[in-house]
């Protein structure tokens, strides 16, 4: 497998590292979490089959992110994206037991959280695609990082707010 490097004159090209860097880094601790908190944090936090799935789900975003890192610091754009699609579905794995439970809740308050049920399959699929055929790598990496940007934007924005209007 050829490195593929992002075109270094480009913004989108140089941005797509740190991008994908800051998604594993987000992806291995999420797993990481996942994993540990029903044994150590809350042991009555998941019952039935949810008990199992999560933990494993988690133990498996954290292998992805694992393989993620790896290849990111071999300079392998194209596997690296498809590393971060494969955490971010392997975290989606972990909400379908409360999903087909209680299924999605559309009130005011769960609206975030059943757009990102239903945004995150379709933003790691579409990105695997890409990077699949290798014809849009950076293109790629920029889509499978795209919850990992909102959120930063997110934090930023929050803490402009904090620091404007003095909470």
Known sequence: MANVEPDGSSFFGRAAWPLLILSAVLAAYFGLSSLLL??????????????????????????????AMMLIARRELRGATL????????????????????GL???????????????????????????????????????????????VLFALAFGIMIAMYRF
């Open 105 to 151: 809740d559309l009130n005011a308050e769960a609206r975030l959280t059943s757009a990102s049920f239903v945004a995150l399959p379709v933003i790691a699929l579409s990105a695997a695609v890409l990077a699949w055929g290798n014809r849009h790598p950076v293109l790629a990496a920029l889509i499978v990082t795209a919850p990992t940007t909102a959120g």
């Open 38 to 67: 029903p044994f150590f944090g809350v042991p009555d936090l998941y019952t039935g089959i949810e008990r199992w799935i999560v933990p494993a789900s988690g133990a498996l975003q954290l292998a992805a992110a694992a393989v």
């Open 83 to 102: 590393a971060v699609a494969a955490c971010w579905m392997m975290g989606w794995l972990e909400t379908l037991p409360s999903v087909t439970r209680s």
